[in-house]
């Protein structure tokens, strides 16, 4: 359909009108022979050609001015200039109604934009801050780490020379212990501050979840906790770093075992939804309370007090360079299922061939 300017649309009615009146003005002219008649009609006539330049001149200063500055600002507003104004949105009619919902829109438009600057600036100095929090944490760790291993051999030695029965032999037990946990502590933080890409390689997701599991069961011996795997057969080889994806699901089914108190179960179910594959890790341990859940992926968030707390920063890190995500659901004194979504497939430049 092709398209009128609005000029020609708001007159054609007027031109209409006018051309009856000049059909009548010269049917007229032929049928009646008075003079009187005849000044009448081109009276008439020119009046209306009168009442169309009006109505033109009319619509111009009404709708074609605003309409005009209505081009110019959507002009600059697309070039990225929202301190724009319309001038017309005083007017007391609907044309003035336009230009204030315009003026409005503009006005939360700079509104959001500068918002949008401002979380901008924060997250980047945020980010610089946890940079360089990051290198700090980095350096520090490494510091620690070998005093720390010539204490874990001097325990060790001091451990051998110590008579049986002596009852510095559990104090002895007891620095061991402190001494792993400050030794993990120091690991994790190395892998928070300095984290690994990971290695992509086409692998079986189901071995990758039962090579977790046979280190879990290890930790579960002493306890009355079952661990059950679901693997899922169809599912085809995906492309994941498998010591990253192993790190991830011994961390959940650890976490899974010491949420359980006294007697429990533990399962991880490998499957896939949409062009995902998933595994859920459940427990039927004490579960999250509400206020906990947003914060369990913060670094540093614990709520054992053994716990340092980056475990589950880590996982998701780990899921989220693989172009995954990791989700939670829980609910107190019935249980918590993790679930961890890796894409079927990653990026071709990522993937390493399995030799």
């Known amino acids: 359909m092709p398209r009128l300017n609005w000029?020609?649309?708001?007159?054609?009615?007027?031109?209409?009108?006018?051309?009856?009146?000049?059909?009548?003005?010269?049917?007229?002219?032929?049928?009646?022979?008075s003079p009187e008649?005849?000044?009448v009609l081109i009276v008439a006539a020119a009046g209306s050609v009168i009442i169309c330049a009006v109505v033109l001149i009319m619509l111009g200063l009404i709708v074609r001015e605003p309409m005009r500055e209505l081009e110019e600002k959507i002009a600059q507003v697309r070039e990225g200039n929202l301190n724009v104004e319309l001038g017309f949105a005083?007017?007391?009619?609907?044309?003035g109604d336009l230009g204030k919902a315009f003026n409005g829109m503009i006005r939360e438009l700079r509104e959001s934009r500068e918002e949008i600057q401002r979380l901008h600036r924060t997250q980047m100095s945020r980010a610089e801050h946890l940079a360089t929090l990051g290198e700090l944490a980095a350096g520090l760790a490494h510091e620690i780490r070998n005093p720390l291993a010539g204490i874990a051999g001097v325990m060790e030695i001091v451990g051998r020379d110590l008579p049986p029965d002596s009852p510095a032999r559990e104090v002895v037990s007891d620095v061991r212990q402190e001494v792993q946990h400050i030794n993990r502590i120091v690991t994790d933080l190395l892998e928070t501050a300095r984290p690994k890409p990971p290695q992509f390689r086409l692998a079986n997701l189901n071995a990758t979840a039962e090579h977790a599991v046979v280190?879990?069961?290890?930790?579960?011996?002493?306890k009355p906790i079952t661990i059950e795997l679901i693997k899922d057969d169809d599912l085809p080889p995906l492309e994941h770093d498998t010591a990253q994806v192993h790190q991830v699901l011994l961390n959940l089914l650890l976490n899974a075992i010491?949420?359980?108190?006294?007697?429990?179960?533990?399962?991880?179910?490998?499957?896939?939804?949409?062009?995902?594959?998933?595994?859920?890790?459940?427990d039927t341990g004490?579960?999250?309370?509400?206020?906990?859940?947003?914060?369990?992926?913060?670094?540093?968030?614990?709520?054992?007090?053994?716990g340092t707390g980056l475990g589950l920063s880590l996982a998701r890190r780990i899921i989220e360079d693989h172009g995954g995500l990791i989700?939670?659901?829980?609910?107190?004194?019935?249980?918590?299922?993790?679930?961890?979504?890796?894409?079927?497939?990653a990026p071709v430049a990522q993937v390493v061939a399995t030799p």
Do not use: C, W
């Open 7 to 33: 000029q020609i649309k708001a007159i054609l009615p007027v031109a209409v009108v006018l051309a009856n009146g000049m059909f009548l003005f010269v049917t007229s002219t032929i049928t009646f022979t």
């Open 37 to 39: 008649r005849r000044t």
């Open 90 to 95: 005083n007017r007391n009619d609907q044309i």
């Open 215 to 222: 280190f879990a069961r290890q930790q579960a011996l002493s």
């Open 258 to 282: 010491q949420a359980i108190e006294g007697e429990g179960e533990v399962k991880i179910r490998v499957g896939s939804v949409n062009s995902y594959a998933t595994v859920a890790v459940s």
């Open 286 to 306: 004490k579960g999250i309370s509400p206020e906990n859940l947003p914060n369990i992926f913060r670094p540093f968030f614990t709520t054992k007090g053994h």
């Open 327 to 345: 989700d939670v659901e829980s609910e107190l004194h019935s249980g918590t299922t993790f679930t961890i979504f890796l894409p079927l497939r």
